[in-house]
């Protein structure tokens, strides 16, 4: 709802009192009218136990708590930035992507390893997520970072994407994910593709990719 | 899609190739260019340093830094020159008649109608005058009026801005103030531990910049730079031509590792290049 994005490294969003937005902490680059910044110890929503399940699974980002009313411009790092709109689905991001998102959104926290097991935790080693990853759920927007541009591709039970683990930015809806390998003779003697490894989705939902294969 | 090739008549005069390129005309006409963004050339162009002997009427009007003096080189000669930076994006401006103060490292070059000068600000520059300059962002300009905040980091520059300040948020005055108890049995709650103790960590967003009055505010999404990746850069080591000098690699804010600013041509850099 409240997020414009202003050009393709920023975005401006509105906070009107009583709503509460959580941000990248160091990721405001101005903003007009009365406007607060506070550092958020938990790191997001919830109370103690949220904290500490975050900081266990490494998917506490600093994040601060924006209130008051104003216009607020965000942008971190000269990464690129896609507002994604969430409608009640489920958007699984890595925490340290967050730019800007609603305080009306769910977070928590997924066991990469729920999807798929031991896979789901190669998995996620492969493609930077590690054990964890973030999930925002409810009806608000969320900015996400990414280096380079985002394309969103979306995925029907018909067709199954497959995507380099490095551009994969983040996903939205009921996917599930799997990592395939291609590994052959020639990757083993250091000849290989480069491309061992792939992202296959598939299910019914959209994938966020960006051009570019260099982590955040 | 098919990608141009231009050439010399195809090539914009002052004007942009694509976001992250522009290209200057010179028909005997002279321009002040910060080292290392010119990236390529056609025809006849000179590039000598502000030292130069022959720039000295050039240099007296125009250029009143001695701060970047070691920055910055005048190109004559006629020809079309191209300009870019890491990537960034990069636009011309106009001035009528008017001033603007820029990040030192965001300004790429600048007509000599214009006049340079160091602003107060620590690491910004002034232009005065009426003229075309050029200047980097990372990710577009985004022109804004005051009243408003920024974060230091983002700002590229401001316009006929009578009043720049710094900005503090309360709770680090507070903190920075110097007796936190005095005032923190009235706050204990969570807001007031983290200024008692600093348990939570900082916001990041403590400090701004902050504009009132007329004037034009002009944002970046982030001054943060892309790692350097090498590129065919020669090796520092002893003995290989050009190595290792630091040139154009460290992002150009102003030779301030080096000590007292320096015009260059003077004695000092004599007794560098000599090894003294």
Redesign the interface.
Known sequence: MPFRE?????VEATVRPGQTMYSQ??A?????GEV??????QGGQGGLASMIGRRVANEAT?L?TVEGDGTV?F?????H?HVVQLAGETLYVEADRLLAFDGTLRQGTMFMGSQGGVMGMVRGQVTGQGLFTTTLQGHGAVAVMAHGGVFELQVTPQRPVHVDPQAYVAHRGDLRNKLSTALGWRDMVGRGSGEAFQLELSGSGTVYVQASEEKL | MTVPVFDPATLPADGNVNPYTFCVELQGSQWFLQKGKMIAYYGQIEFNGIGHGALERLVRTSFHSPLHAGDWVVAQGSGKMLLADRAFDVNSFDLDDGNLTIRAGNLLAYQPSLALKQSIVPGFLTLIGTGKFVAASNGPVVFMEPPMRVDPQALVGWADCPSPCHHYDHGYVRRAGGTPWSSGVESLGAGGLRAMTGIGGASGEEHQFEFVGAGTVLLQSSETLMPEQATGAVPHEPGVPGGGAGHGGTGGQGPLGSGMPRMPGQLGDLQRRFGL
Not at chain 1, 28 to 32: A, C, N, V
Not at chain 1, 75 to 79: M, N, P
């Open positions: 202003v050009n393709s490294k920023m902490r160091g405001m680059l101005g903003y007009r607060s910044f506070t550092p958020n110890l600093p601060m411009l942008g971190h790092g000269g990464h930035v």
